[in-house]
C-alpha cells in the first residue's frame, strides 16, 4: 500500500514538473519549492550520516584520544560561523583559505600529470595510420594542435596565427555538433524512463494493489 | 512564404511533438528493423562460446537514471545465460542504486526460468563500496570482499561459489555501467588479470570506448539503447523460443525504445531542415540581412 | 593587515605546496616522509569534513530566507511553507537515522532490511523529481537543435553538418538514406564512428590541454597570492 | 639511483618536467612584468561582451543572475568563476545593476559572499549590498536547476552568467534563459557541456579563456604575466607534439614513452 501511494505521488510530482513546459504555474512552483527543501533535507542525512557519525561524532566519542586529531576539521569547520559574529567575521576566511588551498594544489599537480602529460603523449603518432581510416592520425594531430593555437593569447588571429585559429575553431564546431547530435539519444532515453514510469510502472502497480 | 512562419513556431509544438513521439512506440510499438554492429556482435558470440561449465560475473554499475539503457542489456544477457545455462553471478558496484537494480532484474528475468536454482545455477553476492579496491580484492578471493551472498548466506555454503575462488574462475565479466565503473573494469582487471570485459555501456559514454575496443582491451561494447536492441535482434535471431517475452504489451524493451529514438530524431531532424529553408527564403527576400537570434558559433 | 591579510594568503601558499610536493616523494624521504602518507589518506578525509559543515551553513540561509518570506508575506510565501516542510521532514529524518535514535535505527534500511521513512521519501518524491527534471532535456535538446542550427555562416554549417550526420548515423535512419547505392547502408553509420573518434578528438585533446594549462596557472596564482577574489581581497 | 626511492617512480618523470619548466615560464613572466615590460594579451569576445550585458540589464531595469557553477571551491574552475564575479559585482555596483548570485555548493555560496560583498565596498557602494544579492538553494543538481529556472521566468533577468563547473543543468538553464530573451554569458571547462553552451549561449569562454578571465579582466601586471607564462608552456608543447610526431616517424619512441603514463 506504501507502494501505490507512493507511486502516486512520484507521478503527481512528475507531471507538476512537466507542467513547466507549458508554462510556470503554481503546481511547478510547489514541486519545485518542496523539491528543494526535500533535496536539502536529503543531503542532510547523508552528510550526516555517511561523513558526521562515522568520521567525526562516532571515532570522538569512542576514543577521543587515539582521535583527538579529529579537532582540526572540527575546529576549522566551526570556525566557518564565525561569519555571524561582525567582530570577528574575518576568521571564517582561515576556513576557506586552507581548504580552497589544499585543493588549488592537489590540481596543479593532477592537471599537468593526470591531463597535460598523458594528452600530449597520445598525440604523438605516426601520421600515417589510424583505427578507421589511414589519415586518422593525421587529422587527429593537425587538430590538437589547432585548437591549441587558437587558445594561444600572445598573438592576434591574424595571418598564419588566424589561419589556424580559424581551423582550431572549425574542429570545435566539428566536435561539439557531434557531442549535441550524439547526446540527443542519451536525453531521449531519459524521457522513455520517465514515460514507462507514468504510463507502465504507475499501471502495474496500481493493478497488484487493486 | 508561409514556411517562415515556422521560424516564430511556439516551442511548446515541438515539445508535444516529442512526448507524442516518445510515448506512442512504447505503447504500440512500430518495429523498424535493426541492424547489427561488430562490437555488439562479438559480445553475443562470446556468450555463445560458452556454456553450462562458464561462469559469467554481472556488475551492475548503473542506477535509476539510466535504466532505460541499461536494464534492456542486463535482462538480453541475462537471458542469454540462462538459456544457455551459463552460470551467473551478480554483483553491484554502483552506490546510486546498483544493488537494486540488480535485485529487480534478477527478479524478473529468474522468473521465466522456474528451474534455474539461487545458489547452483546464480548467485547474487549484493553491494560493495569502494569499487576499484573491492576489484583488486576479487582477484585474490571474492569470499574476501562478498563474504556473504546478497541474503547474508556465507560464501561457502553456496556451491557455485566454491568453485568460483577468483577472476580465474570466470570466463567473462559483464559491467552494466552508466560511468567511470566500466573503465575500471578494463584498466585494472582486464590489464592486470587478463579476464575478458565486455561492456554495455550509456550512449553518452559509448565514444571513448572505441578506444579500449580498439586495443582489444575490451572484448564487445554495447552503446545505449542502439546498442541493447542489437543484442536483443541477436538473441531473438538465435533463440526464437524467447521471442513471446519481446511481445507482451505493456513490457518495455531496448527495441521499442529504439522506435522512440528513430522518432524523435526524425522529428528533431525535420525540424531542423524545415528551419533552414525557411531561413533561406526569409533571407533572400530580406536580401542577405539574415538574423542573429541564437548564439551559435559565437564564441 | 597582517590577520585579515597576510595570514590567510601564508597560509594559502603554505597549504597549498603541501600536495604538490608531497605528490612526488614517498614517505621514505627523511623528516617530511611521514608527512606523505598522512596528506594522502588524511587530509582528504579533513576537507570532507569541512565541507559538510558548510552544507549546514547553506542550511541557515535557506531558512533565514524562507522564514523572512512568510513573515513578510513576500511574493510565493505559501510556496516557502512546502519548501520549508520538506525541508524539516527530510532533514530531520536524516539526522535520526543518521545518529540512530530511538526507531530510526539506518538511513536507507533498518538492519533487518526493511525500508526506512527517509527511503520511502527518496524514491517516492526525490527521485521521481529528479527524474522528472533531469528528462526535460529531451524537450530543450529538441528545442535548442531547432533554433539554432541554422546555415549562418561556416562556422555554424560544420556545427549543423556535423550534429545532422551524428544524429542520422545513430538511429535506423541512417542506413535507409543510402541503402540505394550498394553498400551504402553502412557509411553514415561508419562516418558517425569516425567523426566522433578522430576529429571530436582531436577537438577535446585540444580544449582538455589548454583548460589544464590554464587551471595549473590560475593554481599558481593562488598559491602566490596574486589571485585573491576567493577571499573577498583585492588585488595587490 | 641512490635517490628513486625518495620518489614516487611513476610522477617524477614528464610530469616533473613539466611543472618545473612551466612554474619557472610562469614566475619568469610575472617578474618581467611587475618590472614594467608591455605584455600583449590578445581581446577575448566572451571578456569583453561582460559590461555591455550588465549596462544592458542596467538600462532594462532587470535583473544580473550570476551562477558560479555546480562545483565546489575544490575545484578551479569555481575559484576562476569568482574572479569573474568580483568583476560582475563591480561593474554591477557602480552602474547600480540589481546582481543576483544563486549557489548550489555551500562552500562557494560562502566565498561569493565575500567576493560580491568586497567587490560592492570598493566600488563605493556597500549601501547597495544586501545579503540576499548571494544566496544558497539547494545542494542538489536538478532541484537547484527547477528552481532557478522558475527564478528565471518569473523574475526575467536581463543578464545570465554561467561561469564556472556545469553538469547536465547546463542545457536546461541556458534554454530557460534564452526563452525569457536573456543576453547570455557562459564559461566552463567541462568539455561535455561547452556543446550545449556554445549552441544556446551569446558568448562561451572556452576552457582556457575562462581560467585567463580573471587575470584580463584584473589588468594586474602579476596576472597578465601569469599567462603570458602559460602561453609560453603552450608553445613549447606545440613544439614537443611537433618534434614527437617527427620522431615517432623515423621509428624513435622515447619521447612518446616519456610521455605515457603506466
Known amino acids: 500500500m506504501g507502494n501505490l501511494i507512493g507511486i502516486w505521488i512520484g507521478a503527481f510530482l512528475t507531471l507538476c514538473v512537466f507542467s513547466f513546459l507549458y508554462r510556470d504555474n503554481p503546481f511547478f512552483r510547489f514541486a519545485e519549492s518542496l523539491f528543494a527543501g526535500v533535496s536539502l533535507g536529503y543531503y542532510i542525512g547523508i552528510v550526516a550520516a555517511n561523513t558526521f557519525a562515522p568520521n567525526l561524532v562516532r571515532p570522538l566519542v569512542q576514543d577521543f584520544r587515539h582521535n583527538a586529531h579529529l579537532l582540526v576539521p572540527l575546529l576549522l569547520g566551526l570556525n566557518l560561523y564565525t561569519r555571524f559574529i561582525p567582530r570577528i567575521a574575518w576568521l571564517a576566511r582561515l576556513s576557506l583559505a586552507v581548504y580552497i588551498a589544499y585543493f588549488v594544489g592537489i590540481n596543479m599537480v593532477q592537471k599537468l600529470h593526470g591531463e597535460v602529460v598523458p594528452q600530449v603523449g597520445a598525440t604523438l603518432l605516426r601520421p600515417i595510420g589510424g583505427a578507421l581510416t589511414p589519415i586518422d592520425n593525421l587529422v587527429l594531430i593537425v587538430g590538437v594542435l589547432a585548437v591549441l593555437v587558437y587558445f594561444y593569447f600572445s598573438a592576434e588571429h591574424r595571418g598564419a596565427v588566424g589561419a589556424i585559429s580559424r581551423l582550431g575553431i572549425w574542429y570545435l564546431m566539428l566536435g561539439f555538433g557531434a557531442a549535441f547530435g550524439y547526446t540527443v539519444m542519451g536525453r531521449v532515453s531519459l524521457l522513455i524512463g520517465r514515460m514507462n514510469y507514468l504510463f507502465i510502472d504507475l499501471v502495474r502497480t496500481t493493478a497488484q494493489n487493486l | 512564404m508561409g514556411l517562415e512562419r515556422l521560424l516564430q513556431i511556439d516551442r511548446r509544438i515541438l515539445y508535444l511533438l516529442i512526448a507524442l513521439g516518445t510515448l506512442i512506440p512504447i505503447l504500440l510499438p512500430i518495429g523498424f528493423p535493426v541492424s547489427t554492429t561488430r562490437p555488439t556482435e562479438r559480445f553475443f558470440e562470446k556468450i555463445e562460446s560458452l556454456g553450462p561449465d562458464d561462469v559469467v560475473l554481472a556488475s551492475f554499475d548503473y542506477g535509476p537514471t539510466t535504466a532505460p539503457e541499461n536494464a534492456p542489456m542486463a535482462e538480453a544477457i541475462l537471458r542469454h545465460c540462462f538459456t544457455r545455462r551459463i552460470k551467473v553471478v551478480v554483483i553491484a558496484l554502483f552506490p546510486l542504486g546498483g544493488v537494486t537494480m540488480a535485485g529487480q532484474e534478477l527478479d524478473l528475468i529468474r522468473a521465466e526460468y522456474p528451474a534455474l536454482r539461487e545458489g547452483e545455477d546464480y548467485a547474487f553476492l549484493g553491494y560493495k563500496d569502494g569499487a576499484q579496491a573491492a576489484m583488486k580484492q576479487m582477484g585474490v578471493d571474492f569470499a574476501a570482499v562478498f563474504p556473504a551472498d546478497h541474503a547474508g548466506r556465507p560464501l561457502g555454503e553456496l556451491p557455485l561459489m566454491t568453485r568460483v575462488r577468483n577472476y580465474d574462475d570466470i570466463a567473462l565479466i559483464v559491467s552494466l555501467s552508466t560511468n567511470v565503473i566500466a573503465e575500471y573494469w578494463v584498466n585494472l582487471v582486464n590489464a592486470q588479470f587478463r579476464t575478458p570485459v565486455a561492456v554495455g ?24 539503447v542502439k546498442g541493447a536492441s542489437e543484442y536483443e535482434r541477436l538473441l531473438l535471431d538465435g533463440y526464437p523460443e524467447l521471442r513471446p517475452m519481446y511481445r507482451k504489451p505493456g513490457v518495455y524493451n531496448a527495441m521499442k525504445g529504439m522506435d522512440a529514438q528513430t522518432i524523435d530524431h526524425a522529428i528533431i531532424m525535420l525540424f531542423i531542415l524545415l528551419g533552414n529553408v525557411a531561413f533561406f527564403q526569409m533571407r533572400r527576400r530580406a536580401g542577405r540581412g539574415g538574423d542573429a537570434s541564437g548564439g551559435a558559433a559565437r564564441t | 593587515m597582517f590577520w585579515k591579510v597576510r595570514l590567510p594568503l601564508l597560509l594559502t601558499a603554505l597549504v597549498g605546496l603541501v600536495p604538490i610536493v608531497t605528490f612526488f616523494l614517498t614517505d621514505r624521504v627523511p623528516l617530511i616522509g611521514p608527512a606523505v602518507p598522512f596528506v594522502r589518506d588524511r587530509v582528504e578525509r579533513y576537507m570532507i569534513i569541512i565541507a559538510g559543515f558548510a552544507l549546514l551553513l ?51 534500511a533498518t538492519p533487518d532490511g526493511r525500508a526506512t521513512p527517509f527511503y520511502w521519501m527518496t524514491i517516492h ?32 554549417t560544420i556545427l549543423l553538418t556535423a550534429a545532422f ?53 590560475l593554481s599558481l596564482r593562488v598559491i602566490l597570492g596574486i589571485e585573491r577574489s576567493y577571499l573577498g581581497l583585492k588585488g595587490e | 639511483m641512490n635517490a628513486a626511492p625518495w620518489f614516487e617512480p611513476t610522477r617524477v618523470g614528464a610530469p616533473l618536467v613539466l611543472l618545473l619548466v612551466f612554474s619557472a615560464l610562469v614566475l619568469f613572466f610575472i617578474h618581467l612584468s611587475r618590472r614594467g615590460r608591455e605584455i600583449f594579451i590578445r581581446r577575448i569576445a566572451g571578456i569583453a561582451a561582460i559590461e555591455e550585458a550588465i549596462g544592458r540589464a542596467t538600462e532594462l531595469g532587470r535583473k544580473v543572475l550570476y551562477l558560479p557553477g555546480s562545483a565546489s571551491v575544490d575545484d578551479n574552475q569555481t575559484i576562476a568563476s569568482l574572479a569573474v564575479m568580483r568583476h560582475v559585482a563591480s561593474l554591477s555596483a557602480s552602474y547600480g545593476a540589481d546582481l543576483s548570485v544563486l549557489n548550489k555548493d555551500p562552500l562557494t555560496f560562502a566565498a561569493a559572499r565575500e567576493t560580491v560583498q568586497e567587490a560592492y565596498l570598493q566600488a563605493g557602494r556597500p549601501d547597495l549590498f544586501t545579503p540576499d544579492r548571494v544566496t544558497y538553494v539547494t545542494y542538489d543538481q536538478f532541484a537547484f536547476t527547477a528552481a532557478v529556472a522558475g527564478i528565471m521566468v518569473r523574475e526575467r533577468p536581463a543578464a545570465n552568467f554561467f561561469i564556472g563547473a556545469y553538469q547536465a543543468e547546463s542545457l536546461l538553464l541556458a534554454e530557460t534563459g534564452q526563452s525569457v530573451g536573456a543576453m547570455q554569458i557562459a564559461g566552463t571547462a567541462e568539455v561535455t557541456q561547452l556543446p550545449f553552451f556554445a549552441v544556446v549561449c551569446d558568448y562561451t569562454l572556452m576552457g582556457e579563456e575562462l581560467y585567463a578571465a580573471g587575470a584580463y579582466l584584473s589588468k594586474e601586471p602579476a596576472m597578465l604575466g601569469s599567462i603570458k607564462g602559460q602561453d609560453f608552456t603552450k608553445a613549447g608543447l606545440i613544439l614537443c607534439i611537433l618534434v614527437g610526431v617527427t620522431l615517432e616517424i623515423f621509428g624513435v619512441h622515447w619521447l612518446k614513452q616519456a610521455m605515457t603514463i603506466r
Open chain 2, 201 to 224: 555501456a550509456t550512449a553518452v559514454s559509448a565514444p571513448k570506448y572505441y578506444a579500449y575496443l580498439d586495443a582489444g582491451q575490451m572484448l564487445g561494447l554495447l552503446g545505449g
Open chain 3, 58 to 108: 547553506g542550511v541557515v540561509n535557506v531558512l533565514q530566507g524562507n522564514l523572512r518570506r512568510i513573515e513578510r508575506r513576500l511574493p510565493g510565501w505559501p510556496f516557502a511553507i512546502s519548501l520549508l516542510a520538506g525541508l524539516l521532514v527530510m532533514g530531520v529524518f536524516g539526522i535520526l537515522s543518521a545518529f540512530r535514535v530511538g526507531p530510526f535505527q539506518g538511513l536507507l
Open chain 3, 125 to 156: 518524491m526525490f527521485n521521481p523529481l529528479q527524474a522528472a527534471m533531469f528528462s526535460l532535456l529531451a524537450f530543450y535538446i529538441a528545442s535548442a537543435a531547432f533554433r539554432s542550427f541554422r546555415v549562418r555562416n561556416v562556422e555554424a
Open chain 3, 165 to 217: 550526420v551524428v544524429m542520422l548515423g545513430r538511429t535506423p535512419l541512417g542506413e535507409y538514406v543510402l541503402a540505394w547505392i550498394p553498400g551504402g547502408e553502412r557509411w553514415v553509420p561508419r562516418l558517425t564512428d569516425w567523426i566522433m573518434a578522430v576529429p571530436n578528438t582531436a577537438a577535446q585533446r585540444g580544449v582538455i590541454i589548454g583548460a589544464a594549462l590554464g587551471a595549473a596557472s
